[in-house]
């Protein structure tokens, strides 16, 4: 395969609600589309998923403009492609700026599926047929309104319920969340809000019986995250901390962690992010896929991703109406009895909605080799 061209768009789409997180609120969602076009015309899709501002990793949607302009698309000029694993390789030189990577590499990997007639969960070798799904609920104005986020959330079938949790919004909110819904399947991810001297409060955490504690250390942190697993009966679930394939290794190694969250976008691609998944797998550590408030693009990446079998805990994907009025793929992602069906048609397996796609379009760069 070879790639004649990488069309380039800016999106803007503002979300039904904001979602806040210990580093600060989002509701209009800025973001990249890739879109790449082999030699007989195939077509693949990819998201590239960094926010606006660098919170959650180094990564802005400008950055990753600049890194995929500059050096990335260029690198994929005049060459033969037999395999998407190859990308990865190929972007070797390049430090991190995974969100770029994976952006067009997604793409790569939708275009190449299609292009052997298969889907992108049987390109990745995945089996499942569904995907069991939770909800992440960002942080709420008060008590109530995150009470009827849950409600809601549980009504309509969603296995299991995150919260978003930092300083001062901890131990009372779990209390009440668990007095309320004593047997409710519950997560809470801090975003790195905490560090050890806070060890006495995360301990505290031991009594609400949580699936997992997502991510409460430093983002750049594998030894105080191992410290602190040692004290808690809670698994560590490591989000922001994992990079590649690499960290996962060390991570288990240390003990860092109980449970990985996969995102993507964060560890530059599907070829690495199934790497983590087996790295996992063979040392029994679950996995489960992450979320970036994606649109229907990158939704549909995580789905096909989620079908592999170490991904045996619900993931954040949730479907496109809890983030969305209209979604830019058909059919949209919906979500019953929190369980989404895997697509069995050629790549991504849901059709990018061209007219959708560029209402919300701002900017459209046009690069043929
Ligand atoms: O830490 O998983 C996270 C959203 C934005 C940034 C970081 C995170 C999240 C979420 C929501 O938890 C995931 C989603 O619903 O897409
Ligand atoms: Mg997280």
């Given at each position: 395969?070879?790639?004649?061209?990488?069309?380039?768009?800016?999106?803007?789409?503002?979300?039904?609600?904001?979602?806040?997180t210990?580093?600060?609120?989002m509701?209009?969602?800025?973001?990249?589309?890739i879109?790449?076009?082999?030699?007989?015309?195939?077509?693949?899709?990819?998201?590239?998923?960094?926010?606006?501002i660098?919170?959650?990793?180094?990564?802005?949607?400008?950055?990753?403009l600049?890194?995929?302009?500059?050096?990335?698309?260029?690198?994929?000029?005049?060459?033969?492609?037999?395999?998407?694993?190859?990308?990865?390789?190929?972007?070797?030189?390049?430090?991190?700026?995974?969100?770029?990577?994976?952006?067009?590499?997604?793409?790569?990997?939708?275009?190449?599926?299609?292009?052997?007639?298969?889907?992108?969960?049987k390109a990745?070798?995945?089996?499942?047929?569904?995907?069991?799904?939770?909800?992440?609920?960002?942080?709420?104005?008060?008590?109530?309104?995150?009470?009827?986020?849950?409600?809601?959330?549980?009504?309509?079938?969603?296995?299991?319920?995150?919260?978003?949790?930092?300083?001062?919004?901890?131990?009372?909110?779990?209390?009440?969340?668990?007095?309320?819904?004593?047997?409710?399947?519950?997560?809470?991810?801090?975003?790195?809000?905490?560090?050890l001297?806070d060890?006495?409060?995360?301990?505290?955490?031991?009594?609400?019986?949580?699936?997992?504690?997502?991510?409460?250390?430093?983002?750049?942190?594998?030894?105080?995250?191992?410290?602190?697993?040692?004290?808690?009966?809670?698994?560590?679930?490591?989000?922001?901390?994992?990079?590649?394939?690499?960290?996962?290794?060390?991570?288990?190694?240390?003990?860092?962690?109980?449970?990985?969250?996969?995102?993507?976008?964060?560890?530059?691609?599907?070829?690495?992010?199934?790497?983590?998944?087996?790295?996992?797998?063979?040392?029994?550590?679950?996995?489960?896929?992450?979320?970036?408030?994606?649109?229907?693009?990158?939704?549909a990446?995580?789905?096909?991703?989620?079908?592999?079998?170490?991904?045996?805990?619900?993931?954040?994907?949730?479907?496109?109406?809890?983030?969305?009025?209209?979604?830019?793929?058909?059919?949209?992602?919906?979500?019953?009895?929190?369980?989404?069906?895997?697509?069995?048609?050629?790549?991504?397996?849901?059709?990018?909605?061209?007219?959708?796609?560029?209402?919300?379009?701002?900017?459209?760069?046009?690069?043929k080799?």
């Open positions: 395969m070879e790639i004649s061209q990488v069309i380039i768009r800016k999106l803007e789409m503002t979300m039904k609600q904001p979602f806040t210990s580093f600060g609120t509701q209009n969602r800025k973001f990249l589309v879109e790449v076009v082999d030699e007989l015309g195939n077509r693949g899709w990819g998201e590239g998923v960094a926010f606006e660098p919170w959650y990793t180094e990564e802005t949607r400008e950055t990753s600049h890194i995929l302009q500059d050096f990335l698309i260029p690198m994929l000029k005049g060459k033969t492609i037999q395999h998407p694993d190859e990308i990865n390789e190929i972007f070797k030189t390049i430090r991190k700026n995974n969100m770029a990577k994976a952006a067009i590499e997604c793409a790569v990997w939708d275009c190449w599926a299609k292009r052997k007639n298969l889907s992108l969960t990745l070798a995945g089996g499942k047929s569904e995907i069991e799904v939770g909800i992440s609920i960002g942080l709420q104005k008060d008590f109530d309104t995150l009470t009827n986020r849950i409600e809601q959330s549980l009504l309509s079938g969603f296995k299991r319920i995150k919260v978003k949790i930092k300083p001062g919004n901890d131990i009372e909110l779990l209390k009440q969340i668990r007095t309320r819904f004593p047997n409710v399947p519950l997560m809470a991810d801090a975003n790195s809000a905490y560090t001297e060890i006495e409060l995360l301990k505290g955490f031991d009594q609400f019986n949580l699936m997992m504690i997502e991510q409460p250390l430093a983002s750049d942190d594998i030894v105080d995250h191992a410290k602190l697993q040692k004290e808690l009966k809670t698994p560590i679930c490591l989000d922001e901390s994992i990079l590649s394939a690499e960290d996962a290794r060390k991570a288990i190694e240390l003990g860092s962690c109980g449970i990985i969250n996969i995102k993507i976008g964060r560890v530059g691609g599907l070829t690495e992010a199934k790497r983590i998944h087996d790295i996992c797998q063979k040392n029994g550590i679950p996995v489960w896929c992450g979320g970036m408030l994606e649109a229907g693009i990158g939704r990446h995580n789905i096909a991703l989620t079908a592999l079998p170490n991904f045996s805990l619900p993931g954040d994907t949730a479907g496109s109406s809890s983030y969305w009025e209209r979604d830019i793929i058909f059919p949209e992602v919906i979500v019953e009895k929190g369980l989404i069906p895997v697509p069995t048609s050629n790549g991504i397996g849901f059709e990018v909605d061209i007219e959708e796609l560029n209402r919300h379009t701002t900017d459209i760069k046009k690069i080799f």
